[in-house]
C-alpha cells in the first residue's frame, strides 16, 4: 500500500454493501472478476447481512453500475449503498473470509442444473462426465443443504466432504464458475450413488417401483404408461386417487403427452422446475390422473435426473439426445406415507415395503422441500404449492413491519417470519395431521428463524382454537395475535401485490372458522389494513354429519335437495348410500348445522349432477367437477342477492333435474362467476372501492378464476389473484403476518 498522501488525485475508495440473494450465487467471483476489468483493489466477503464490498481505484461508478446490470443469473440484488472511505493505496484484490454477526442477509433457492453444468455431465473428457452431483455456482442444491449462514461449505452438509486437488483448484480460481461454488464435488472427492444408473432405469422398465433421493427428500418413480406399475404404485403408498406427477426427459417429451402454451413452456424450463399443471392426451396410464384433464408435468432437475432419461435414451454421445422425445415418462411422487412428510432419511426402514430399488447417496438433506406445483392462470403461474426451486425466497410487504412469526392453519400449513419489508414464507408442510408433520412443523419455525436471523416479539394463528398451530402458538410464551381465517386470505393477497390500501375480497374456501363463532367459507369482504367488514356471504346450507360432509358429497347435494324443498327425494335419489333416510329425516328436523362454505357448494353440485358420492381426497369432487367444462355457461336467473347474501339455489334446482353432467358442469361455473362478478360489483358500488383479491383454495380452479377475473374486468374493477404463494391455505401464514405486523406497529406508534 501506498501513504494516502501520495495518491494521485483521481483515486477513491468506497465500501460496497449489497442486500438481496447474493449469497451462493456466485457473486463473490463476480464481484472479484469485476474488479480485474476495472483495475480495482480492495475485498469481498459474504457477512450476515449480504455481500461486503471495499474497493478501491479510478473507476468506481462504473463498478457499481456493473453490480446491479451485470449480476449472476441466480443473484437477485435488491440495494446497493455506497459509502465514501479514504483511500489506503491497495492495487490488489481479495476474496475474504466471511464475517460473522446478526445474520439478515438470506439463502438461494434450489436451481436446476444449469447447461455449462449438462455440457459436462455428458463430456467424456470431463472429470464431471456422469457424475450425479456435479453443480456450480449458478446451480445445484441451496437451501435443502444449508444448516444455518453464512452460506459456506462449513455450515451445508457438504462439510463431510474434503474437496480432491482438482475440485479445491477451481474452488479457488476466480476464473473458473465453480470458484467458490460450495457444494462443488467430483468423483475422486464428492458423495456417491449407491447404484448405477443402468440397475435404476432397468428397474423402471421391468415396472417396478424405485425410491430415489432427490433434491428435498424421495421420489417414488415408476413407468407412467405402465397401468399394473401405477396402480401397485398406488396401493403400496395408500394413494387411492389422488392425481400423480409426472416426469419426461425435455421438452420434446412433451407434445405427446399433454398441451401445452408458450407460457407453460417457459414455466416448465425456468430455473425453479416446478411441476405445471397441463392439458393431458391421455396417452398415459389411465391411474395417473383418473377423471382429470390436467396433469402435472415437471422436467429433470437435477443431474441424477438427466442421466436415468439419458439411460433411458440408450447412452447416446454428445447433448444432442435431449432435442429428440424419450418414449421413459416416469410417475415423480413424493416419498410420503399416510400423510407424514417426505422422506429425507431413514428410507431402508420406512419405504421398504412401497419400493422395489431404494437409490440412496451419501449427501444428508437438511430440509424437507417436497417439488412445487404451479399452473397458468389467468395469463400468469399462479402456485398450487410452493416448495423447492422458491423457497425461502421472501415476499417483500408493502412496508416494514415488527418481526412476527405466523403459524398457518391446519390443512397445506406453512409458516411466515418477517424482517422488516421481507416475509420469509416456509415450504409446504403439509396437514398437520400426524406427529411426523407436526415434527416437521416445529423443525420449520426453528430451522427458519434461525436462519432470518429475526426474533419474533408475537405470534399469529389462526381464530380456530383447537387448530394444533393454535396450540402449538399458546406454548412459545409471546403475545398472540389471532387472525380471523378468510380476513387472512385477503391479507395475503394484498402483500404480495404490495397493497396498503383498502381492497374488497372475495373468498371461497372449504371451512375457516367465522367471527361469529359459525363455518365460513363464501365470503364477500373489505378489508382496511388489519380490520375486516363481513359485506356478505353464500346462502347457508345445512351440513349434515360434520366434517363428514366434506368427504361425501352425496350429503350436501342432500342439503341441496332439502333447501329446495325436496327432501322427500334424498332416500330413493341415493338409495346406494347407506345413511341417506336417517340423514332426510336429521335434515327435516333441523338436527345440523350450516356452513356458508363455497367448497361445500361444489360438493353439492358434484352430488347432484352425480360426478362424485364420496371423495378419496379433499378436492376430489370440485377437480372431477372443473374437468368437465369446455366453456361455462350461464342460467339466466341462476342467483339472487339478498342484503349481501348470495342464494344460487335458481342454479341448484336446474343441476338436480339436469341428466347431462357436462352441460351442468357447465352451467355451474359459468353461473357461479356471474353471480360473484355481480355480488362484488354491488360491493364497489356500495364502497367505491375498485380492487378485489380473490382468494381461498376454489380459486385454484382455473375455469372459475379465469372467467370471474374477465368478468370483474368488463365492469371496471382490478382482480387480485395469488401469484407468488397458493390461494388456498398454503399462503395463509403471509396473511397472518401481515395483519399482525400491522395491528403491533400501530401499538408500537400509540
Known amino acids: 500500500m501506498q501513504p494516502a498522501s501520495a495518491l494521485p488525485a483521481d483515486i477513491a475508495r468506497a465500501r460496497v454493501r449489497v442486500r438481496g440473494g447474493v449469497q451462493g450465487v456466485g457473486f463473490r467471483p463476480f464481484v472479484y472478476n469485476l474488479a480485474q476489468r476495472y483495475r480495482l483493489g480492495g475485498f469481498v466477503a459474504n457477512d450476515a447481512e449480504g455481500v461486503l464490498i471495499e474497493v478501491e481505484g479510478t473507476s468506481l461508478d462504473d463498478f457499481v453500475g456493473a453490480l446491479r446490470h451485470e449480476a449472476p443469473p441466480l443473484a437477485r440484488v435488491e440495494s446497493i449503498e455506497t459509502e465514501m472511505l479514504r483511500p489506503r493505496g491497495e492495487v490488489s484484490f481479495d476474496i475474504a473470509a466471511s464475517r460473522g454477526g446478526a445474520v439478515t442477509t438470506r439463502i438461494g433457492a434450489d436451481a436446476a442444473t444449469c447447461e455449462a453444468c449438462l455440457d459436462d455431465l455428458f463430456d467424456p473428457t470431463s472429470r464431471f462426465y456422469r457424475y450425479p452431483f456435479v453443480n456450480c455456482t449458478h446451480c445445484g442444491p441451496r437451501y435443502t443443504l444449508t444448516r444455518h449462514l453464512p452460506y459456506d461449505r462449513a455450515n451445508t452438509s457438504m462439510a463431510q466432504f474434503s474437496m480432491c486437488a482438482a475440485c479445491a483448484r477451481d474452488y479457488r480460481d476466480p476464473s473458473n464458475r465453480r470458484f467458490h461454488a460450495e457444494p462443488i464435488a467430483c468423483p475422486a472427492c464428492g458423495p456417491r450413488l449407491s447404484h448405477p444408473i443402468a440397475a435404476i432405469v432397468a428397474r423402471l422398465r421391468a415396472g417396478g417401483i424405485v425410491a430415489m433421493k432427490s433434491l428435498g427428500g424421495y421420489h417414488l418413480l415408476c413407468d407412467a404408461t405402465n397401468e399394473a406399475a401405477v396402480g401397485e404404485l398406488r396401493r403400496r403408498k395408500g394413494r387411492d386417487g389422488k392425481p400423480l406427477a409426472v416426469m419426461v426427459a425435455s421438452e420434446a417429451s412433451l407434445d405427446g403427452i399433454v398441451e401445452a402454451s408458450d407460457a407453460e413452456r417457459a414455466l416448465l424450463k425456468s430455473v425453479e422446475r416446478p411441476i405445471v399443471l397441463l392439458r393431458s392426451r391421455g396417452a398415459l396410464a389411465p391411474s395417473v390422473t383418473p377423471g382429470l384433464q390436467a396433469l402435472g408435468v415437471m422436467l429433470p432437475y437435477t443431474p441424477l435426473h438427466q442421466l436415468i432419461f439419458h439411460a433411458a435414451a440408450g447412452s447416446p454421445a454428445g447433448r444432442t439426445w435431449p432435442r429428440e422425445a424419450v418414449d421413459l415418462v416416469l410417475v415423480a411422487t413424493s416419498a410420503n406415507l399416510g400423510g407424514d412428510p417426505i422422506v429425507i432419511d431413514d428410507a431402508e426402514r420406512t419405504l421398504a415395503g ?149 381492497l374488497l375480497g ?79 329425516a336429521m335434515l327435516a328436523n333441523h338436527g345440523c348445522a350450516t356452513t356458508t362454505s363455497a367448497g361445500r357448494l361444489f360438493d353439492a ?101 379465469e372467467d370471474l377475473a374477465a368478468r370483474l374486468r368488463t365492469r371496471g374493477l382490478v382482480p387480485l389473484l395469488a401469484r407468488q404463494l397458493p390461494p388456498n391455505d398454503g399462503g395463509l401464514s403471509l396473511g397472518q403476518a401481515w395483519i399482525a405486523g400491522q395491528l403491533i406497529a400501530e401499538q408500537e406508534q400509540r
Open 354 to 502: 412401497v419400493a422395489d430399488l431404494i437409490v440412496d447417496h451419501n449427501r444428508a438433506i437438511v430440509v424437507r422441500a417436497d417439488d412445487s406445483v404451479t399452473a397458468i392462470i389467468d395469463g400468469a403461474p399462479s402456485f398450487m404449492r410452493r416448495a423447492r426451486g422458491y423457497t425461502p425466497r421472501p415476499i417483500v410487504l408493502p412496508r416494514a413491519v415488527p418481526p412476527v412469526l405466523a403459524v398457518g392453519a391446519y390443512l397445506k400449513n406453512t409458516i411466515t417470519l418477517t424482517r422488516g419489508r421481507e416475509a420469509f414464507l416456509s415450504q409446504h408442510i403439509g396437514d398437520l395431521a400426524t406427529a411426523d408433520t407436526v415434527r416437521f412443523f416445529e423443525q420449520t419455525i426453528d430451522h427458519l428463524t434461525h436462519l432470518v436471523g429475526a426474533a419474533p416479539i408475537a405470534v399469529a394463528h389462526d381464530l380456530h382454537a383447537d387448530f394444533v398451530s393454535t396450540r402449538f402458538a399458546e406454548t412459545l410464551g409471546l403475545p398472540l395475535v389471532a387472525v380471523q381465517h378468510h380476513h387472512a386470505h385477503v391479507a395475503a393477497i394484498a402483500a404480495e401485490h404490495g397493497l396498503d390500501a383498502p
Open 605 to 705: 353440485a358434484a352430488g347432484l349432477l352425480g360426478v362424485c358420492a364420496v371423495q378419496s381426497y379433499e378436492g376430489q369432487a370440485a377437480m372431477q367437477l372443473e374437468a368437465l367444462v369446455h366453456s361455462p355457461r350461464v342460467r339466466s336467473g341462476g342467483w339472487e342477492i339478498d342484503a349481501g347474501t348470495l342464494d344460487l339455489s335458481p342454479l341448484l334446482a336446474d343441476l338436480a333435474d339436469n341428466p347431462d353432467v357436462r352441460v351442468g358442469a357447465e352451467l355451474f361455473h359459468g353461473t357461479l362467476a356471474a353471480a360473484l362478478a355481480d355480488w362484488a360489483a354491488q360491493a364497489a358500488e356500495q364502497t367505491g372501492l375498485t380492487t378485489v383479491a380473490l382468494g381461498g383454495g376454489c380459486f385454484l380452479n382455473r375455469v372459475l378464476s
Open 506 to 584: 372475495v373468498v371461497l374456501d372449504g371451512y375457516g372458522h367465522g367471527s361469529d363463532g359459525g363455518a365460513w367459507g363464501g365470503e364477500l369482504f373489505r378489508v382496511d389494513g388489519p380490520r375486516f367488514t363481513r359485506l356478505g356471504h353464500l346462502a347457508a346450507l345445512a351440513l349434515p354429519g360434520g366434517d363428514a360432509a366434506a368427504r361425501e358429497p352425496w350429503r350436501m347435494a342432500a342439503a341441496a335437495l332439502h333447501a329446495l324443498g325436496r327432501g322427500g327425494e334424498i332416500a330413493t335419489r341415493f338409495a346406494d348410500q347407506q345413511r341417506a333416510a336417517a340423514l332426510a
